[in-house]
């Protein structure tokens, strides 16, 4: 099946750095969405990505879709100890009927904040 | 607007138990997908539906199942529970096929 690789793993940064996580993938992806996760609760969206090329800012956030359609950075700018969390890349893709898959996520990028 | 809600929210049971764990999507909201997390596998698939179909299903047995009602809310059934349906299951519902997905808290299952 579809497999996305994300990175880095971890992060620990200081608060007001910035951050900037990654997947990539070896096969299309029509949309790629990018959630948060805290602990004990589901994905939270952040930023939804629907057209190869674009570039989408929610906030501190900034996310773009790659143009090969196989890769999608996240950035999140001056971060705050409220960023701490599991961030995960998804992507959608179109099935062999003609209609979207279902998600697939990334691993995870764990980001830890230090005051 | 009320969010994705699942209940129960957490569950414990032994195996060779059966489960259900139901879903009520976003109002106005007709896909409900279902996703198993867990900390080797991470965020997988299970299945997806829209109109009380099943329009798509992931790479798992045969013991899980769902279903959808006309209202759109949805269950999902784990028979025969091994100690590796441990997760975290995750519904989330969209306003149709192909849109945007929006995830509930999770229904904690701890299988022993």
């Known amino acids: 099946g579809q497999q996305l690789n994300q990175s880095p793993q971890s992060m620990f940064i200081q608060e007001g750095e910035d951050v900037s996580m990654n997947c990539t993938s070896s096969s299309i992806f029509n949309t790629w969405l990018w959630y948060k996760q805290d602990p004990g609760e589901g994905p939270v969206l952040l930023i939804a990505?629907?057209?190869?090329?674009e570039l989408t800012s929610n906030g501190r956030l900034t996310a773009q879709f790659g143009i090969t359609r196989k890769d999608s950075f996240l950035n999140i700018s001056a971060s705050i100890p409220s960023d701490v969390g599991i961030y995960f890349c998804?992507?959608?893709?179109?099935?062999?009927?003609?209609?979207?898959?279902?998600?697939?996520f990334g691993k995870g990028t764990h980001l830890i904040i230090q005051p | 607007k009320a969010g994705v809600t699942q209940t129960p929210r957490y569950l414990i049971k032994t195996r060779g138990q059966q489960v259900t764990l139901s879903c009520s999507p976003i109002?106005?909201?007709?896909?409900v997908s279902w996703y198993q997390q867990t900390p080797g596998q991470g965020l997988q698939f299970l299945f997806e539906?829209?109109?009380?179909?099943?329009?798509n299903k992931g790479n798992f047995p045969g013991r899980f199942s769902g279903r959808q009602f006309s209202n759109s809310r949805s269950e999902m059934n784990v028979s025969t529970l091994e100690l590796g349906d441990s997760a975290l299951y995750l519904c989330a519902s969209s306003l149709g096929l192909e849109e945007t997905q929006y995830f509930g808290p999770g229904t904690r299952l701890l299988v022993l």
């Open positions: 109002s106005g909201h007709r896909s």
């Open positions: 990505l629907y057209k190869a090329g």
């Open positions: 998804a992507g959608q893709a179109t099935n062999s009927g003609g209609g979207a898959d279902g998600l697939t």
């Open positions: 539906y829209f109109s009380e179909t099943q329009r």
